[in-house]
């Protein structure tokens, strides 16, 4: 169980067109959801957190016009890369919480290596 | 300022031996506590996870946790080579947007 999927798992794209990741919980509703982006060697950064049927809650630094969120289902986040430029080239994941009553486990989906020419 | 600290390493242990791996935090109000191991290009994945003080075990696991020292480790008994990889330790704080702060990681080593 608790099975996160993402596509596309890579896409090349030229600067200026915008690219949308999908990022589905397969096997449990997600209330919310999570988008990390990750450079090479480095730690993981939350972009913003997603909860279905409102706003997502965007990080300090992450602009919300570029990076567009929307959660319209329990199972189904996306993020859009508006009018991308080579510096977004990077590794986005998304992850899922599955709520219990005694920890707030997230699950990962297997990430979208985004390379921008 | 909301932390998690981890010795980013690399940790080279001997295969068949204990890989000991630290986390320290912050908040004192912490509810849980997770470890993910991450291997190069990948995304992360879950191991375990921890929320009361003590020992939990799951196979060649275990995750201790000390609130009162703010700390919380993974051991991995017979250390193979496939173990190699980033471990990150995330927190819970208990926030209402449900996030987790996350450690820089450790990288880990295991010789043959």
């Known amino acids: 169980g608790a099975v996160v999927s993402q596509h596309p798992s890579r896409v090349i794209c030229k600067s200026g067109t915008s690219v949308k990741i999908e990022c589905r919980s397969l096997d449990f509703q997600a209330t919310t959801m999570f988008w990390y982006r990750q450079f090479p060697k480095k730690s993981l950064m939350l972009m913003a957190t997603?909860?279905?049927?409102?706003?997502?809650?965007?990080e300090q630094g992450v602009e919300k016009d570029k990076f567009l969120i929307n959660h319209a289902s329990l199972t189904l986040s996306t993020l859009t890369v508006t009018s991308a430029h080579p510096e977004d080239s990077s590794f986005y994941i998304c992850s899922a919480r599955l709520p219990s009553a005694l920890e707030e486990t997230q699950y990962f989906g297997p990430g979208t290596r985004l390379l921008v020419l | 300022q909301k932390e998690v600290e981890q010795n980013s390493g690399p940790l080279s242990v001997p295969e068949g031996a204990i890989a000991s791996l630290n986390c320290t935090y912050s908040d004192r109000g912490s509810q849980s506590f997770f470890w993910y191991r991450q291997y190069s290009g990948k995304s992360p994945e879950l191991i375990m996870f921890i929320y009361s003080n003590g020992d939990k075990e799951d196979g060649r696991f275990t995750a201790q946790l000390n609130k009162a020292s703010q700390y919380v480790s993974l051991l991995i008994r017979d250390s193979q080579p496939s173990d190699s990889a980033t471990y990150l330790c995330?927190?819970?704080?208990?926030?209402?947007?449900?996030?987790?702060?996350w450690g820089a990681g450790t990288k880990l080593i295991i010789k043959p």
């Open positions: 995330a927190v819970n704080m208990g926030d209402s947007n449900y996030q987790l702060i």
């Open positions: 997603s909860n279905e049927g409102s706003k997502a809650t965007y």
